[in-house]
């Protein structure tokens, strides 16, 4: 990928969300420009995106839909650091 995620490309948008959920909730962590998984906190944060998903699956608005790509879709730096090495 060169540019920068839209929230005209969906198969980025659940990339930028899964890495953000996990980055907000210590799964994730840049030290030395490394990217580092935390085993014991991505594991649960994994699985409560999971149930947060199904809750607006089963809402089934596009009000929930949209609020829950909102919440989640913000491209941090770590993100932009990872996406300018790869």
Not at 4 to 16: A, E, N, T
Not at 31 to 46: L, Q, R, W
């Amino acid at each position: 990928m060169r540019e920068k995620p839209s929230l005209s490309q969906p198969h980025w948008v659940s990339s930028v969300n899964q890495n953000y959920y996990q980055f907000i909730n210590g799964g994730y962590e840049i030290i030395d420009g490394k990217i580092h998984v935390n085993i014991y906190k991505v594991v649960p944060a994994a699985q409560e995106m999971m149930k947060e998903i199904i809750r607006v699956q089963l809402n089934n608005t596009l009000e929930d839909a949209e609020a829950y790509v909102n919440r989640y879709f913000n491209y941090i730096s770590e993100q932009e650091e990872i996406r300018k090495k790869y």
